[in-house]
């Protein structure tokens, strides 16, 4: 059996994502969903509320198990004796970052494998930051996020409130 982690801050889980996940699943035999706890940038949903989100993208899919984590992504699989991570592609850009965190990774446990699957072309532009900035300014996400999560968004950007909400994702206003 060949179990891979898909890690990521999931802030919040859209389709790209779950696209990625659900092919993973035609690859590997059981994938764990990883949602990182501790990243370094500023998030909009807790830890808590984005392992909800994805939990429920993921209803159904019985090959898929959502987990948080708090430590290395390496320290992670082998916690979860999983030997593959999956990452996601969108654009020529991602490749750079990707590229580098796989060899880091290799570096830190040569035995886990680092598999990047394409997205599918109608989520290219897709990210969680589009997302996010587009709910801010009230725009529609219905087709790229599920319900369940386009419901929870909005209520956050509610929360929030419009001036938070505009410091903190301005690039789309223009």
Known sequence: MVRAIFPGTFDPIHYGHID???RATEIFDELIVAV???PLKKLLFSPEV????????FAGEPKIKVMGY?????EFCKEMDAK???RGLRVFSDFE???????ANRRLAKEIEVVALITSEEHTFLSSTTVRE??????NVSTMVPPHVEKVLK????????????????????
């Open 97 to 103: 970052h990707e590229f580098r965190m796989a060899l």
């Open 70 to 74: 708090n430590t290395l992504t390496v």
């Open 134 to 139: 587009i709910a801010a300014l009230q725009g």
């Open 155 to 174: 209520v956050q950007m509610e929360k929030i409130g419009d001036q938070n909400r505009m410091d903190q994702y301005t690039s789309l206003r223009d």
């Open 50 to 57: 984005r392992i909800s989100l994805t939990k429920e993208a």
């Open 20 to 22: 990625i996940a659900k």
């Open 36 to 38: 990182y706890d501790r």
């Open 84 to 86: 593959v991570i999956v």
